[in-house]
């Protein structure tokens, strides 16, 4: 079992910025993609972004959020900026051994999910 291990998340201002970074365990073959989903209390969990040979956001984020993958790597980050109140919720990393998104899950993998709020 692949483990996601996730770091960087915290309290920042509106308007702040945060980089969140995840780190797979696994080591003897490449997620082929890895990405974010957040949830915030009450609200169902929501795609954040995904890289595999090419990114995608959700459309609340496009713009203030950038994703990045170290190659050959199990490492992904999600730079965000011009946070807002809204953004505030759980962070989950996400990867798939085989899927070109995590939007599409084969063999797919959780993180324990890191905590980020914005304040107004």
């Known amino acids: 079992q692949v483990q996601l291990v996730e770091s960087g998340g915290g309290s920042v201002q509106a308007g702040g910025s945060l980089r969140l970074a995840c780190a797979a365990s696994?080591?003897?073959?490449?997620?082929?993609?890895m990405g974010w989903f957040r949830q915030a209390p009450g609200k169902e969990r929501e795609f954040v972004a995904s890289?595999?040979?090419?990114?995608e956001y959700g459309d609340s984020v496009k713009g203030r959020f950038t994703i990045a993958r170290e190659d050959g790597e199990n490492t992904v980050y999600l730079q965000m900026n011009s946070l807002k109140p809204e953004d505030t919720a759980v962070y989950y990393c996400?990867?798939?051994?085989?899927?070109?998104?995590?939007?599409?899950?084969?063999?797919?993998?959780w993180g324990q999910g890191i905590q980020v709020t914005v304040s107004s």
């Open positions: 696994e080591r003897t073959f490449t997620l082929n993609s």
């Open positions: 890289e595999s040979w090419y990114a």
């Open positions: 996400a990867g798939d051994q085989f899927s070109d998104t995590v939007r599409t899950p084969r063999r797919f993998f």
